[in-house]
């Protein structure tokens, strides 16, 4: 596994995350996510088909951060940084964020807040190694 336990459970905390694609021109394009893992897989839903999206059909390298909200015993904050690839899925997008939406905006809301919103994409990133600071690395 590359994600043990404590980045797990940093991606499910329901803390927004940056995910980092490519530019047709190798310049960094910056989204903040919503995010979840699953084993060693990171998924992000995504109603539209916007760059980041379509760098990652492009070109699948990618990377996810996120601030824990920690502050370690030597006054640091933790962050995790997952490197990886970027699969899309076509559709269950909506899906997806409606069951993110309860730990981002509440229990009681609708998400996407539309009476039928499109199936969009998930990205399934697939965690290749980790940074950061926190006990995520060695």
């Known amino acids: 596994m590359i994600l043990n336990d404590a980045a797990r459970t940093a991606l499910n905390s329901s803390r927004l995350a940056h995910l980092v694609t490519l530019n047709p021109d190798g310049s960094p394009q910056v989204s903040v996510v919503w995010v979840k893992a699953v084993g060693d897989e990171l998924q992000m839903g995504h109603l539209g088909d916007g760059q980041k999206i379509r760098n990652l059909r492009r070109d699948p390298r990618c990377a ?41 905006l509440g229990p009681d809301v609708t998400f996407p807040p539309m009476p039928d919103p499109p199936p969009g994409n998930i990205v399934r990133v697939h965690a290749e190694r980790v940074g950061g600071v926190g006990p995520w690395t060695d």
């Open 64 to 104: 996810v951060s996120i601030e824990t909200g920690v502050r370690n015993d030597i006054g640091l904050d933790e962050y995790l940084i997952v490197h990886g690839r970027g699969e899309i899925t076509p559709g269950g997008a909506p899906e997806l964020l409606q069951e993110l939406a309860h730990g981002y």
